[in-house]
C-alpha cells in the first residue's frame, strides 16, 4: 500500500498543467517509461504530442539487449552475465567471441569449429593489398583500417542479405578472422615492410603477433606471455553494451547496410580521442609530461577546465573501471618479459593525485580501459597509431553481437531521431545581388 492507502501500480501519473489533463503511462523493467506513451499528452488534438529532449542520449534507452551488462556505481562488467574478472582469469579471446556472438559459452566441439573456421579465413584478397599499397607511408593504421574494412564489402557483395542468419554468420567469422590480418598488413605498411601471410597452426593473438613481427626468419614465435597479455586485452575489450561506436553500428545496421560498411562506420566512432582513440591519447599526453616534475603545472591546467586527463572519466562507470585494474595487474607481467615503461611512474602519479584531488573525486574520475593499455601496448613494441587498431579487433565481436541483436529485434526499425528546429521560420529567397 502506497502512503495514500492506495495499492501501488506500476505506473507513472502524469499532470498537464496547460490542460489539467492526467495520464498514467506504464514503468516498465522498474524504471523505464516508453518516451512513445509521452505522445498522446497534447493540448491540441492535432498537436505533435509531447516528447523527450536528450542530446547524447544521457538518460535513453534504445535496446533492451542481452549481450553486456554493466554496474557503474559498482564496477561490475558482465558479458552474457559471465563477470569479467572471470573470463580474463580463464578464458581465451576466442572462446570470449563465441560467448559474446553466441549467447553462451562453447562445448569443445563448438569451440573447436568455431576456432577452425575463423583460422581459415584469416586470408584477405590480394587487392586488398593494392589497396593499402595507395596510402601514404605515414597514413595513421585506423584510416587505412577503417578503409580496408569497408572496402571488403566490395569483395563479399552476398553480405548485403542481412536477413539471413547463415549469410550473417559467414560474414562474421570473415570479420573476426580478417582484422587482425587487416590491422598487421597497416602495420607492416605504415614501416615499409614486406606483408607476411597468416599461419594457421597459430594461435589468434600468436598469428597476429607472427603477422606484425617476423622479420628475416622463417620461423617466428611470439613470447607466450605476450601472446596472453594480448589474448587478455581483446577479451577486456569484445564489448561494452551501448556505447558510441555500438550505438554507430547499431544505427548504420538499422538501415539495412551490410556488416562490413556498418563496421567501418563503427571504427570510424571508435577512433575519436574520447572514445577508443583516448589509449592513443593518453600516452601522447603522458609523453607531453614527460617527468613528474611537470605534473603539477598539467594537473592545475584540468582543473582549469583547459586539458582533460586522458583515460580518466566514463559516461557509465562512477567507480573503477574493473578493466583498468586487470591490466594495471596484466601490466607487471608485461614489463617484466620487455622491461618498463618509463611513462608507468608518470601515470602511477597521476592517478594517486586524481583518486584524491577534490576536483576528480566530485565528478568521480576514476582511471577507465584507456588509462594502462597504452602502456602495455607501448612496452610490447606496439605504436601508437596502432593502440585504436588494437582495440578495434576484439571489439568487432562486440559490434557483430550489437547488429545481429538489433537485426533480430522485432521493435527496432531505421533509427531516426526527432529533432527540435530552433532555426529561422519561413522567409522569401532573396537574389544575391539583393543581399546586404
Ligand atoms: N579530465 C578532466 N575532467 C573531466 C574528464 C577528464 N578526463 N572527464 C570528464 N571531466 C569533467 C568534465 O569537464 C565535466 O566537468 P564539469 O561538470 O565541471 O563541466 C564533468 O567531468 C563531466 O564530464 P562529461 O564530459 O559531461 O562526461 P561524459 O560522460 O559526457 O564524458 C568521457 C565521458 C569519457 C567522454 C569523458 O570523461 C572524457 O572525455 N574522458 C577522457 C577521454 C577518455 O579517457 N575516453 C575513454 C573512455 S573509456 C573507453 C571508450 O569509451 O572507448
Redesign the pocket.
Known sequence: MSESGTSPRNTLSIRDNRTGRDYEVEIQEGNVIRAMDLRQIRVQDDDFGMMSYDP?FGNTASTRSTVTEIDGAKGILRYRGYPIEQLAEQSTFLEVAYLVLRGELPTQDELDEFVHHVTYHTYAHENIIKLLNGFRYDAHAMGIMISSVAALSTFYPEAKEVHDPENRWIQIIRLVAKMPTLAAFAYRHHRGLPYVYPENELSYTGNFLNMLFRIGVKEYRANPVLERALDLLFILHAD?EQ??SATTMRVIGSAHADPFSALAGSMAA?YG????G?NE??LRMLTEIGSKDNIPEFMES?RR?E?????????VYKAY?PRASIIKKAAHEVFEVMGGNPLLDIALELEKIALQEE??VQ?N?YP????YSGLIYQAMGFPVEMFPVL?AIPRTVGWLAQWEEMLEDKEQRIARPRQIYVGEGERAYVPVEERS
Open positions: 547524447a561494452h556505447n558510441c571508435l580521442p574520447l572514445h577508443g583516448a591519447a593518453v584540468v577546465g586539458r582533460r586527463l586522458m583515460g580518466f572519466g566514463h559516461r573501471d576536483y576528480f565528478r574520475l577507465n580501459v584507456d588509462f582495440f
